[in-house]
T-cell receptor
Framework: EAGVAQSPRYKIIEKRQSVAFWCNPISGHATLYWYQQILGQGPKLLIQFQNNGVVDDSQLPKDRFSAERLKGVDSTLKIQPAKLEDSAVYLC??????????FGEGSRLTVL | QKEVEQDPGPLSVPEGAIVSLNCTYSNSAFQYFMWYRQYSRKGPELLMYTYSSGNKEDGRFTAQVDKSSKYISLFIRDSQPSDSATYLCAMSASRRALTFGSGTRLQVQP
């Protein structure tokens, strides 16, 4: 069974530029999550989708971050404009409810 | 106060030692408790999954949940250098996303 796929693995941009990350979840998993993991910290939830709908985006900085999940499968997370403090690993995960999440390898963002 | 507290370590032990990792939490609605292992520059991978209170054993790993104390533990027996990683506790209420601890970095010395 294929795991959660993410791209790109690494991205370096300058502040105020934009960036987009893509995620393809495990086939059949209805729930998709984006987490932000800053160096030395645990993952922090940004947004949770159930099929096409948003379940929880309370911690998503909506002035600069956006996410969508078209057709209930792939998802894209966008940051525009990026700030220095956005440097982190962006982890995508998927699950069959309840609870157990399967993570991708992550997309590492460096903002200069 | 964070919802989930975890000692960041680092924790350094000799090969063969028993390792004890712990987390405390404040949200009494949490029902699902997990431990993830994360190697450097990799995504977290699930190690143990426990629903509600009790113990669960899988090979060298044992997970314990004490909901009355809001305390969970992971024990690693006969630790190996390959166990060197960051261990993340995580928990959730029904059908909600996981809330993670900050992770404990473990180093097992050969």
């Amino acid at each position: 069974e294929a795991g959660v796929a993410q791209s790109p693995r690494y991205k370096i941009i300058e502040k105020r530029q934009s960036v987009a990350f893509w995620c393809n979840p495990i086939s059949g998993h209805a729930t998709l999550y984006w987490y932000q993991q800053i160096l030395g910290q645990g993952p922090k939830l940004l947004i949770q989708f159930q099929n096409n709908g948003v379940v929880d985006d309370s911690q998503l900085p909506k002035d600069r971050f956006s996410a969508e999940r078209l057709k209930g499968v792939d998802s894209t997370l966008k940051i525009q404009p990026a700030k220095l403090e956005d440097s982190a690993v962006y982890l995508c995960a998927s699950s069959l409810p309840p609870g157990e999440l399967f993570f991708g390898e992550g997309s590492r963002l460096t903002v200069l | 106060q964070k919802e989930v507290e975890q000692d960041p370590g680092p924790l350094s032990v000799p090969e063969g030692a028993i390792v004890s990792l712990n987390c405390t939490y404040s949200n009494s609605a949490f029902q699902y408790f997990m431990w993830y292992r994360q190697y450097s520059r990799k995504g977290p991978e699930l190690l143990m999954y426990t629903y509600s209170s009790g113990n669960k054993e899988d090979g060298r790993f044992t997970a314990q949940v004490d909901k009355s104390s809001k305390y969970i533990s992971l024990f690693i027996r006969d630790s190996q250098p390959s166990d060197s990683a960051t261990y993340l506790c995580a928990m959730s209420a029904s059908r909600r996303a996981l809330t993670f601890g900050s992770g404990t970095r473990l180093q097992v010395q050969p």
